[in-house]
């Protein structure tokens, strides 16, 4: 009789992840009154007191620590109050986009009567504050503001402060050897600070920012005669900033994005945001962060990638609805043009494949020099998201290069974008191939699990050898395939809209505060093709719980051969499903596996 294959076997055959749990965590005794399952997600995911669960504003860190934040409030409170000019210096992602709206809003509601906002074109002048951006100004002003960037704009602000202005530096990417010489840099992650948060965004830094500058302006006795503004109005577009960022949800993210989504939902929100909510399809009554991060952030971010960030300021600044519908409109088609170039990219990548190494799927190619890719067809805006695109379905640490200037005018000049995996730390990476082969890389920056970099179009080949031959040593480190992490299995009184809720209470959930996955065994009744058998609409019944009702689930992108046989070991996320003004209990799949009999029960 020959054996049947494992399930972990048979989950590699079929291309699907497999399902893992996370370690059982240490119960809180400050959890103890919770549902066990959700006490059991929130303690794997480092919540041991109850003030981690507080959401209120009140709870937020106080800016202790923030070097430089109290001279930077008195720079840009004299420029409120002696009606200068100022200049917000964003940046092309919609954590700079939210950012900078922040400060065109608060500052005009405090008083400031000259303000304006440069944003700088990817293609044109590169990122952040540059030389370049600066001959673009039509008049010197009196102070700069950078917002999500400056950390490392060394010529650009030396360019700033040759002009006569003073600079103020908002940021929270990571510093270099040096500082730029700002009048004052306010940063999380510099290293004299004593913040307790790193994990802000741009957005973030900038709404503490606003608050000691609301301080300061207060000591002088500047609302006496004008309303003081209440800066939660704004914290919607904190929220999106943040969500859009990828940063930790921490403690302190996340009681700035609660209280963000509890704006958008009360529709107390910019018109703007509201208008890219219609546009994507989602109600913003019941907003929470994957819409922020997977519907709303991408058309922000596609403006800036593809074409001028400045119509993403201008859909957030309106305070018209109907021109917020009309500029969102044109987000939305930024961003479906985006889509089209991303997918246009991955195809081929795909087909490059099938000609070199005779057909690979989503397998990742054995050689690492194969996880460097390069087409001179590729648009620089998107090889970030097509580098976390491949990243994703190899489970492996992918570079994708394109001409440094999308109208083919390049110098020569080729810019990268790489995506790591846990265990690796690419801009480590980098640093070690930048000391092994000097020359090599014309510039390089990033963190841990993104990076990206310049190097002269010739210099590919060398590259792509060197990142092979610093790879080898992390053979040990790459998985065998793709795995979902599970928070364990759910009892038969948790499927329900009550636990549903019970969950959504304690988000958002996000970077580093994962939304939760649960793993059952299931009989699957019945399944239904969608879209060609894209996606599968299953309905299913719990093994332990045989008079169960059954359950709908979806499974979206399912494999082209699903898991043989009716009895399933499913990982899922249970939602609350809304359908013609009612709600229903729904499991979106994450992936599905065999089930093996030994374990049936879950």
Not at 124 to 150: F, K, M, Q
Not at 158 to 175: C, E, I, M, N, S
């Amino acid at each position: 009789m020959t054996a049947k294959p494992a399930p972990k076997r048979t989950a590699r055959m079929l291309g699907v992840a497999t399902i893992a749990r996370r370690p059982a965590p240490a119960m809180p005794a400050a959890l103890s009154h919770l549902n066990p399952r959700l006490a059991r997600v929130l303690a794997a995911r480092g919540i041991a007191e109850s003030a981690q669960l507080d959401r209120r504003l009140s709870a937020m860190l106080p800016p202790r620590g923030l070097p430089d934040l109290e001279m930077a409030a008195r720079l840009v409170a004299d420029a409120v109050m002696d009606s200068q000019r100022i200049l917000v210096v964003g940046d092309f992602d919609a954590d700079g986009a939210t950012a900078t709206t922040l400060c065109l809003r608060a500052l005009a509601a405090m008083g400031a009567s000259d303000v304006d906002f440069l944003i700088p074109d990817r293609q044109r002048h590169g990122y952040g504050l540059s030389p370049a951006l600066l001959e673009d100004i039509e008049a010197v002003p009196d102070l700069l503001l950078t917002v999500d960037n400056g950390i490392s704009a060394h010529e650009g602000v030396a360019a700033a402060k040759a002009l006569g202005a003073r600079v103020v530096v908002t940021d929270h990417h990571l510093p270099g050897e040096t500082l730029p010489p700002a009048d004052a840099i306010v940063n999380p992650n510099r290293r004299d600070a004593a913040f307790a948060s790193g994990a802000l965004a741009g957005v973030g830094v900038a709404f503490y920012l606003l608050a000691a500058l609301r301080a300061e302006l207060d000591r002088r006795g500047w609302f006496a005669g004008r309303p003081r503004p209440n800066l939660s109005t704004w914290l919607d577009l904190v929220a999106l900033g943040t969500i859009a960022d990828v940063v930790e949800l921490d403690d302190n993210n996340r009681r700035l994005v609660a209280q963000g989504l509890t704006r958008i939902r009360a529709q107390q929100c910019a018109p703007g945001i509201l208008a890219l909510f219609a546009e994507a399809g989602r109600d913003p009554r019941e907003a929470n962060a994957a819409d922020l991060g997977f519907a709303i952030g991408p058309r922000l971010n596609a403006a800036g990638r593809l074409e001028d960030m400045r119509q993403g300021v201008a859909c957030l600044l309106t305070d018209d609805p109907v021109e917020a519908l009309q500029l969102a409109k044109g987000l939305d088609r930024i961003n479906r043009e985006r889509r089209e170039v991303e997918q246009g990219m991955l195809d081929t990548v795909a087909a490059d494949l099938e000609r070199a190494l005779g057909g690979q799927g989503d397998k990742p190619p054995e050689e690492a020099a194969h996880w460097v890719r390069f087409d001179p067809g590729f648009h620089p805006g998107v090889i970030g998201i097509v580098a976390g695109r491949l990243k994703s379905r190899w489970v492996r640490p992918v570079f994708v290069f394109a001409p440094a200037q999308a109208d083919g005018d390049s110098a020569g000049l080729l810019k990268g974008s790489g995506r790591s995996i846990p265990g690796i730390h690419l801009r480590d990476l980098l640093v070690e191939i930048d000391a092994r082969h000097p020359g090599l890389i014309a510039g390089f920056g990033g963190h841990a699990m993104a990076a990206g970099l310049s190097l002269a179009a010739e210099r590919l080949e060398d590259f792509r050898a060197a990142f092979a031959d610093a790879m080898a040593r992390f053979t040990d480190r790459l998985p065998e395939g793709q795995t979902v992490l599970s928070d364990g299995p759910l009892e038969r009184e948790d499927f329900d809209l009550r636990f549903i809720e019970q969950l959504d209470e304690q988000g958002p959930w996000g970077t580093g505060f994962p939304e939760p996955v649960f793993d059952n065994h299931f009989e699957v009744i019945e399944r239904k093709a969608l879209k060609e058998g894209k996606h599968w609409r299953l309905t299913l019944r719990p093994l332990d719980a045989p008079d169960a009702p059954a359950i709908d689930a979806i499974w979206f992108r399912a494999p082209e051969t699903l898991p043989p046989g009716r009895q399933w070991h499913i990982a899922y996320r249970p939602v609350a499903d809304s359908f013609r003004g009612r709600k229903r209990l729904k499991l979106f799949v994450e992936t599905a596996n065999i089930a093996e009999a030994s374990s049936a029960g879950g």
